[in-house]
């Protein structure tokens, strides 16, 4: 899955401005809300810091447009680096932040010692888990149960079939366009039942 998707995905399901806000209305913007732009880092922040220098030098040099130039066409793993032609700190990093392992222990760290951030903190398991079943074993492969597995599922590369990008986006397109609209009847709501409250 792409990175945007994930950031999109832990920011909507993962924060008190997100879809909780239809049942638990806040009082600001999602840009206000602390726990949308933490959701939103750690649903980002297992590829980032695998392939985020990575990325920065592939848009300075024109790779990223050559790989998005592809996408379009429907095959995104054709511009793709060679796994073996990447730093190794790649590959590592991508085995501890796409560990289910150590994703958990870090949860339970989390729910010990700051419990407001335990919700935000949800988006990088299921970071984790969307991931799993849109990685073939050809191309960074989550290997989830790392260290005590070297084990991964042989998935669909979401690089290489465009109908797993476009249906997965369309998933997220419709949360959001229903929170938005539940958002609008809820300030309605609120608003409404304040004007009935002024003497």
Not at 6 to 21: D, E, K, M
Not at 111 to 138: E, N, T
Request: aromatic residues 16%; glycine residues 8%.
């Amino acid at each position: 899955m792409d990175t945007l998707a994930h950031g999109v995905i832990g920011g909507l399901f993962f924060s008190r401005s997100g879809v909780l806000a239809t049942r638990h209305p806040i009082d600001r913007p999602f840009w206000k809300d602390w726990t949308f732009w933490t959701a939103v880092g750690f649903g980002t922040i297992p590829d980032l810091s695998s392939f985020g220098l990575h990325f920065v030098g592939m848009l300075t040099s024109g790779e990223l447009w050559e790989m998005l130039r592809h996408m379009v066409s429907g095959d995104v793993m054709a511009a793709a680096p060679a796994a073996d032609t990447l730093p190794g700190y790649i590959t590592w990093n991508y085995r501890v932040m796409h560990s289910l392992v150590i994703a958990l222990a870090a949860g339970v760290l989390i729910r010990l010692f700051w419990k407001k951030g335990f919700l935000p903190y949800l988006a990088w398991p299921v970071h984790i888990l969307c991931d799993i079943p849109v990685h073939s074993k050809s191309y960074f492969a989550t290997r989830f149960l790392w260290p005590l597995s070297d084990w991964s599922f042989d998935g669909w590369s979401f690089g290489r079939n465009l109908w797993i990008l476009a249906g997965y986006w369309a998933v997220i397109l419709l949360a959001l366009a229903w929170r938005i609209r539940c958002g609008k009847q809820t300030k309605h709501s609120l608003s409404r039942s304040a004007a009935s409250e002024r003497p």
